[in-house]
Every structure is written in structure tokens, then in C-alpha cells.
């Protein structure tokens, strides 16, 4: 029997709601896979913020770390956007990420033929997407120093700086390579060498590490003609690896493939995704928190329940577990069952709580 301890940060928004399904959905696959769960729930974000002031106050950086995993919902919302404001829900996130030592972002991307029709593109472009994109979480223009506003005498000017260490390109490079092996062998590395030092730097890394993994097919492709090749020929890629900025907004694109942003779970781990090695990790949803409909039974947990479907592979090294979750899944969307999100016009739609029922009724039955 594998014991783990799961951190449960619920967040903001539909945040609890998605959250609520996916611990159930723990709980109802764990005893079936020799796993024996301890949940420990915390609050972080903008909820933390009205609470205590802080986004991220200690005693819940200090539950992250003493747990297995960290299974989060999602953060802020329009009542935390004040851009003047000296503590934003999503430094949360940066925190837990800094905090963890969490550099890699997988992010799988792969298409449901049931859903191909809530794809804003067309079917013979989805038909058989599947790949992941492997994003550097902890260095970049998000971390970099300056990061400021400042008062010039032409007015008000503001200064980012994105930052790479040939270390942290490395680490993440060797990650992607390490997941390009379990599946088809292929790496692309996604950058913008021909206009940033940091993306020169970034290839010339990557470069190097590749030498190491003769087995991989590797290529490197600029970032806006990524942005392209992934609407235009997204079965062309298997595993992505690129830095912090350029992996978040690619990552939403990508979410267009699968036909919601409700459909795609993430992991955020400390080390490189092997089989069989238990990895500390953060799950989440790669969704926002969607403050319009929370509190109304309608958001998709499904993103979500894959997320604690990675928890199980990566975090508590049970592959049986997460592929028994994802299943179940693919079971309710086959069998004709769509959140509003995923609805086409005229059809039911059945809510949170109900789809994360017939999950679960799936992994039981």
C-alpha cells in the first residue's frame, strides 16, 4: 500500500468546485490501486488575500512542502485585477512554483474524436493530436529582475527582464528529451533566436543536450511559426519544450484543439517525468477561474480529474491509476455526456457535479 499526502489548495472561482471532483475521484480509484490518500486543505489566492492579506501566507507554502503533491483549482478573479495593488492571487502560484522547486510544465494536449465537432477547426486537421508541451516554470521574463514601473521625465514607463541560465534551459531541455523517450521520439524546441539573447542562449543549450539523446528526432522552430504550425499541422509534434512566457500563451492556443480550456489538466514538477519514479508535483487545470459561473454547477471539472489522473502517474508512481481515470473519461465523453463548454447547440448539458458522478461511476462500474 503507497501512502501520500495531498495538499488540496480549491483557489478561487469554480476553483472549490473542480477541485471537489477531483478528490473524489482520488478517493474513489485509490483503494482500487493500493494507494491510501491523506488530503490536507488550504487556502491560497485571492481567497488568502481576504483572509490574511497574502496570496501565498506561510503555514500554506509549509502544507505544500510537506505533502506528496499539491492538487490546486485556480486563482484570482476581477475583484484581486487592481493593477496597483501590492499582492495579486497569482503570485500564489509563482510562490508555490519558487517555493517547490516546480521547473517543468507538462502540458498534454490530445483530441476526443466525440469532440472534434467543438473544435472551432476543421476534423481532418484535429483527427490523432497528441502531443505535450514541456514549459520551463521558474526562470524568464516572469521571474527576471528588474520587473517594475517607473516615473522617467517623458511620463510612465515600465521594464520586464527575462533571464535563462544555461542551467535551468538544461534541466528543462532534459526533461522533455526524458518524456520524448516513453513516447514517439520526437523533440521540438520552440524559441526566437533570430531576436532574443536569452532564445540564443536557449538553443545553444538545447543543442548540447540533444548530443545526449541520439534516439530523439530533434528540431528547433521559432515561436511564431510555432503559433502557426499548431493551428495549421498540430499531429506533426509530439513533445515541445520551450521557456515560461512562450509556453503559456502556446499552451492556450493548443487548448483550442482539444476544443476547451476545460479539457486540459497540468503538471508542474520538480524533476525530469521517468517511469516508475515518484516525482513531487503540482496538478492544476491549465483553466482560469472563471468567476462569471462559479457557484452555479456549470464549469467542467474535467480538466481538473485529469490533473489528479497525473498526480497518480507522476507523483505517486501509479501509471494503473491514472490510466483508469483517464478511461473513465474517455468513457463519459463517448458515451455522449458534455459540460456546457462542450455542448453543441440544442444538446443537454449536464453539470459539475453531475459529470464528475458519472466519472466515477465509470472507475466503479
Known sequence: MTQATIAVF???GIGPEVTAEAVATLEAVAPRHGLSLTFSTGTIGGAAIDASGEPLPVAELARARAADAVLLGAVGGPRWDDPAAR?????????????LGLYANLRPVWTVPELLPASPLRREILEGVDLVVVRELTGGIYFGRPSERRTTPEGRAAVDTMVYTEQEVARLVRAAFALARQRRRRLTSVDKANILATSRLWREVAHEVAREYPDVAYEDVLVDAMA?????????FDVIATENLFGDILTDEAS???GSMGMLPSASLAGAPLPGTPCRGLYEPIHGSAPDIAGQDRANPLAAILSAAMLCRHSLASP???????????????AGHRTADLAARGEVAVGCRAMGRLVRERLEG
Open 320 to 334: 494503473a491509476a491514472a490510466k483508469a481515470i483517464e478511461a473513465a473519461v474517455s468513457g463519459v465523453l463517448a
Open 256 to 258: 483550442m484543439l482539444a
Open 10 to 12: 480549491p483557489g478561487d
Open 228 to 236: 502557426m504550425h499548431l493551428i495549421r499541422r498540430p499531429r506533426d
Open 87 to 99: 499582492v495579486r492571487p497569482e503570485q500564489a502560484l509563482l510562490g508555490l512554483r519558487q517555493g
